[in-house]
């Protein structure tokens, strides 16, 4: 079985695909042809895996969006030295192969007197390590705006005496990360009613990316630590270093390395390195049960049977006294069952393993829409116990859950049918 350069941390820290790069201006960056990735990539480091493209690499690389007007300030080094206050480690938010991203503070640039918390995201110097993502930010970012996707205020790029410094200014998201909530390191969980927005928010993101532009744009790498949270618990999508265009000239993908995270990737990706708008899909199908379960998609510290989340999960979608126990505890029974059950089938329209089958996203927005409408026109409610007689005859009870899964919203043959997928583990060792 062929291994792949998959995350196995909370960050970007795996071995990336790495093309040669250049500041042309202040604010145009370009991109080299793939003839250049090739001869370049052991020269800027040994574990880079170069994309394999089987078109133009125009097709997948973000070069014709630099000519697009960009908004983007141009910062000094010294200017963000003096942000984040050296660098300190006390205003050190986050840290991966990339680099450490600190909280810093400017001035505004319409009001002199008013100041401004950021993030800046500092590339590593030991290497060109994400120097690729650096320049896909700049171009993806610097050009495309929306309410669900973190806003780059802009970005730092000086070659001097002290080396190569590469540096991206976002705005800050004070709420960190939707993993960073559900993995215990907030004493508060996300309540049932914000879990629904998040899943909101970030089906319109990538529905703007997939079918918003003129262009198509493929996250790549969603994943619930790349969904930040603001102030007013709006989710947004951020860190676009693996983000790529979609297919164009009438083609059905792009060929690519595969990168991404595991327990995210979509199978077909994973066999071929075919990339397409639903393999977004499926880990956006991923993504809802981990709102659901409050589980990482892969956990090494859960007993051997529980650690795979997609398997974990697969008995307990046949009856709905066992689709409660899936339901993450920390919520303590303050959800509405009927939302959890159409949000899961909803990921289970994502998750089918025929790409053709999967919807786009526009069409899991409507449905997300729909149950979000639901369940702010209800009130959350204490688990369903099933009234069916344990003497009941067994066909008595399978029509019961029947109609327990049945979905006017979702459609088909409405029900949270498991079969419909079957996820193909790859092994990472």
Not at 238 to 248: E, H, Q, Y
Request: proline share 5%; charged share 25%; hydrophobic share 35%.
């Amino acid at each position: 079985m062929t291994c792949f350069p998959f995350h196995k941390g909370e960050k970007n820290d795996e071995p990336k695909a790495t093309k040669s790069t250049s500041v042309r201006s202040s604010t145009s960056i370009s991109m080299s042809t793939d003839h250049e990735v090739r001869r370049s990539g052991s020269e800027f480091n040994s574990q880079n895996a170069s994309d394999i493209s089987t078109e133009s690499s125009a097709k997948t690389s973000f070069t014709s969006l630099q000519q697009r007007p960009s908004n983007l300030k141009v910062f000094t080094f010294s200017e963000l030295k003096s942000a984040t206050k050296n660098f300190s480690r006390s205003l050190m938010i986050g840290e991966g192969g990339f680099g450490g991203v600190y909280r810093g503070v400017i001035r505004s640039t319409e009001d002199p007197h008013k100041k401004i918390d950021i993030a800046v995201k500092q590339l590593s110097r030991r290497g060109l390590q994400g120097h690729k993502e650096w320049v896909t930010e700049v171009n993806v970012l610097g050009v495309v705006e929306h309410e669900n996707l973190v806003k780059l205020v802009g970005y730092c790029a000086e070659d001097d005496e002290r080396g190569i410094q590469r540096l991206l200014i976002y705005e800050y998201m004070p709420n960190r990360s939707v993993q960073d909530h559900l993995t215990n390191r907030f004493e508060t969980p996300l309540s049932w009613s914000t879990r629904l927005r998040i899943a909101q928010d970030a089906a319109r993101g990538l529905a703007y990316l997939h079918e918003g532009m003129e262009f198509q744009i493929i996250f790549r790498d969603f994943k619930s630590s790349n969904i930040l949270l603001d102030e007013q618990w709006n989710a947004k999508l951020s860190d676009f270093g693996l983000a790529r265009l979609g297919p164009s000239d009438g083609l059905s993908h792009v060929s690519t390395a595969v990168v991404g995270t595991i327990g995210y990737a979509a199978p077909e990706y994973i066999q071929t390195g075919r990339l397409t708008a639903k393999s977004d899909v499926w880990s956006y199908g991923v993504f809802l049960y981990e709102l659901i379960t409050g589980r990482r998609p892969l956990d090494r510290n859960r007993p051997k049977n529980e650690q795979k989340l997609l398997e974990w999960i697969r008995p307990h979608l046949s009856d709905v006294k066992k689709f409660q126990l899936i339901l993450d505890p920390r919520l303590e029974g303050k959800y509405t069952l009927k939302s959890a059950q159409k949000l899961a089938a909803v990921a289970n329209k994502c998750l089918v393993r025929q790409i053709k089958t999967r919807p786009k996203m526009s069409e899991i927005l409507d449905m997300v829409n729909r149950i979000v409408e639901a369940a702010e026109t209800g009130s959350p409610q204490p688990p369903i116990k099933s009234s069916t007689p344990r003497d009941a005859p067994e066909e008595s009870k399978r029509k019961r859950l029947k109609t327990m899964f049945v979905d006017p919203i979702i459609g088909e043959n409405r029900r949270l049918v498991w079969q419909k997928w079957r996820p193909k583990l790859v092994r990472t060792s």
